[in-house]
């Protein structure tokens, strides 16, 4: 937000230079030709000055933007990590989770395995 105001007010201030800078040059007409120069030079260096600010603008939008990319990265990898630590806990316990004793009845070939719950799991598997 401090961001856009930044900006909005560096237009603003552009705008107001680029006022002066015409009015100068109206100005300078009636005078010699060093002054002439000068006010040459000082229109070069704010259309610079514009360049560098577009410039510096969009330096900071993409920086912005893939800070943004970052967190997101960031935050889905914690979700992830997270999702892994919750299923983690049984396993880290010793006792199998319900997927991985009906994964190994049906490798055993064990009939009605599908309709069995972790107990009667257990049981077949002869662990029980």
Same mark, same amino acid.
């Given at each position: 937000?401090?961001?856009?105001?930044?900006?909005?007010?560096?237009?603003? *201030?552009?705008?107001? &230079?680029?006022?002066?800078?015409?009015?100068?040059? $109206?100005?300078?007409?009636?005078?010699?030709?060093?002054?002439?120069?000068?006010?040459?030079?000082? &229109?070069?260096?704010?259309?610079?000055? *514009?360049?560098?600010?577009?410039?510096?603008?969009?330096? *900071?939008?993409?920086?912005?933007?893939?800070? *943004?990319?970052? &967190?997101?990265?960031?935050?889905?990898?914690?979700?992830? $990590?997270?999702?892994?630590?919750?299923?983690?806990? &049984?396993?880290?316990?010793?006792?199998?989770?319900?997927?991985?004793?009906?994964?190994?009845?049906?490798?055993?070939?064990?009939?009605?395995?599908?309709?069995?719950?972790?107990?009667?799991?257990?049981?077949?598997?002869?662990?029980?």
């Amino acid at each position: 937000m401090a961001k856009k105001k930044a900006e909005k007010d560096a237009e603003k *201030a552009l705008i107001t &230079a680029r006022a002066a800078v015409d009015e100068a040059q $109206r100005l300078v007409k009636k005078l010699d030709k060093k002054t002439r120069k000068e006010a040459e030079d000082l &229109a070069a260096a704010l259309e610079q000055a *514009a360049k560098d600010a577009k410039k510096a603008s969009q330096r *900071a939008r993409k920086t912005a933007e893939a800070a *943004a990319k970052d &967190a997101k990265e960031k935050a889905q990898a914690a979700r992830e $990590r997270a999702r892994t630590a919750a299923s983690a806990p &049984a396993a880290s316990t010793g006792i199998p989770t319900f997927r991985d004793l009906r994964d190994r009845a049906k490798a055993q070939g064990i009939q009605g395995y599908s309709r069995m719950n972790k107990a009667q799991l257990l049981h077949a598997l002869g662990e029980g």
